[in-house]
């Protein structure tokens, strides 16, 4: 991988360390896997007013294939691929994939080739480096995994190459408010003991950066929006339990910990149990953005030559969308 320059303000990227959290995490994963589902239930409604019938369909960043039935029923006809950088989580997607295309061995093979395979396919990649042809899918669909990477913009630049022209991305990720809470308790801890600021939680990029990224690498009528979702917790120790079973944390060397150290966790829960609310609950905040954009008709061909589309002759300049 050659991913070294992370965005500012964001720790360097170490995709092997990721992959291993990730993977003591998919056994427990289904504990925090609420926040995933609600999200997709999300996603689905507001693909609800998009008209399409993709042909292929690609989940970036499947986990543990949660989401893969809800394409499969929405898409009854295209196949479905999934991707994920951890080999555990791709195990668990596993289970999606029992039982489903067994009556397709009783077809005659020219038939099966038509309908495609309604059975997800699984491969273990980095986002930014997928094994797929150029154009391969017509929908790609990524749900709360985007934030992980370091670079979007090189994402971004990948899942454009990896659509057809006209496909549809539609994704979800996590803003820059998500685990205030974190942020915020830890900041008190190291003011109050004399050490030096550092980071705990990656820093998620904004709405509007993530809309130019789009732009920037392909994309045409991105919509963005965003909403703000609070977690409550009786103990400071179960939400931190629940953010690393999310595999937050990701730069985090979980080594065991030495004297002072433990001295600043300990200080650190007591400053998340301060924030107990009236009613006796920690809050943990979640800024959910939303986005999906359309793969732009190239404007230039490889060698940098305009293309004029036969359609557009005649109209003068180009109309603003």
């Given at each position: 991988?050659?991913?070294?320059?992370?965005?500012?303000?964001?720790?360097?990227?170490?995709?092997?360390?990721?992959?291993?959290?990730?993977?003591?995490?998919?056994?427990?994963?289904?504990?925090?896997?609420?926040?995933?589902?609600?999200?997709?239930?999300?996603?689905?409604?507001?693909?609800?007013?998009?008209?399409?019938?993709?042909?292929?369909?690609?989940?970036?960043?499947?986990?543990?294939?949660?989401?893969?039935?809800?394409?499969?029923?929405?898409?009854?006809?295209?196949?479905?691929?999934?991707?994920?950088?951890?080999?555990?989580?791709?195990?668990?997607?596993?289970?999606?994939?029992?039982?489903?295309?067994?009556?397709?061995?009783?077809?005659?093979?020219?038939?099966?080739?038509?309908?495609?395979s309604r059975g997800p396919r699984?491969?273990?990649?980095?986002?930014?480096?997928?094994?797929?042809?150029?154009?391969?899918?017509?929908?790609?669909?990524?749900?709360?995994?985007?934030?992980?990477?370091?670079?979007?913009?090189?994402?971004?630049?990948?899942?454009?190459?990896?659509?057809?022209?006209?496909?549809?991305?539609?994704?979800?990720?996590?803003?820059?408010?998500?685990?205030?809470?974190?942020?915020?308790?830890?900041?008190?801890?190291?003011?109050?003991?004399?050490?030096?600021?550092r980071k705990h939680v990656i820093?998620?990029?904004?709405m509007h950066d993530l809309g130019?990224?789009?732009?920037?690498?392909?994309?045409?009528?991105?919509?963005?929006?965003?909403?703000?979702?609070?977690?409550?917790?009786?103990?400071?120790?179960?939400?931190?339990?629940?953010?690393?079973?999310?595999?937050?944390?990701?730069?985090?060397?979980?080594?065991?910990?030495?004297?002072?150290?433990?001295?600043?966790?300990?200080?650190?829960?007591?400053?998340?149990?301060?924030?107990?609310?009236?009613?006796?609950?920690?809050?943990?905040?979640?800024?959910?953005?939303?986005?999906?954009?359309?793969?732009?008709?190239?404007?230039?061909?490889?060698?940098?030559?305009?293309?004029?589309?036969?359609?557009?002759?005649?109209?003068?300049?180009?109309?603003?969308?």
């Amino acid at each position: 991988m050659s991913l070294s320059s992370p965005r500012p303000g964001r720790p360097a990227y170490d995709p092997r360390h990721l992959r291993r959290i990730f993977d003591r995490r998919a056994a427990t994963f289904n504990e925090v896997a609420f926040l995933p589902r609600e999200i997709a239930q999300r996603m689905r409604e507001r693909l609800d007013y998009i008209k399409m019938t993709p042909a292929s369909v690609l989940d970036a960043g499947c986990g543990p294939g949660e989401d893969l039935p809800g394409l499969r029923e929405r898409f009854p006809e295209a196949p479905v691929f999934g991707t994920d950088l951890s080999f555990a989580m791709l195990q668990r997607a596993l289970r999606h994939d029992a039982g489903d295309t067994s009556w397709r061995r009783f077809l005659p093979a020219s038939v099966g080739r038509a309908l495609g395979s309604r059975g997800p396919r699984f491969t273990q990649a980095d986002f930014a480096e997928l094994p797929f042809p150029h154009g391969t899918f017509e929908l790609l669909w990524s749900n709360l995994a985007l934030h992980w990477h370091p670079r979007p913009d090189l994402v971004f630049g990948e899942w454009q190459r990896v659509l057809k022209v006209n496909g549809l991305l539609m994704f979800s990720t996590l803003g820059p408010e998500t685990f205030n809470e974190l942020r915020g308790a830890w900041a008190e801890v190291e003011a109050a003991h004399g050490v030096p600021t550092r980071k705990h939680v990656i820093d998620f990029v904004d709405m509007h950066d993530l809309g130019d990224m789009l732009v920037e690498n392909g994309f045409e009528i991105p919509v963005m929006d965003q909403e703000t979702l609070t977690v409550t917790y009786r103990s400071a120790e179960k939400l931190l339990a629940d953010v690393r079973r999310w595999g937050a944390y990701p730069f985090e060397r979980e080594a065991g910990m030495g004297h002072a150290a433990r001295r600043l966790h300990r200080a650190f829960i007591a400053a998340l149990e301060a924030r107990k609310r009236d009613d006796g609950t920690i809050p943990l905040t979640f800024e959910v953005i939303y986005g999906h954009a359309w793969k732009a008709v190239p404007r230039t061909t490889a060698d940098g030559h305009g293309i004029i589309r036969l359609e557009d002759i005649g109209r003068g300049p180009t109309r603003n969308r």
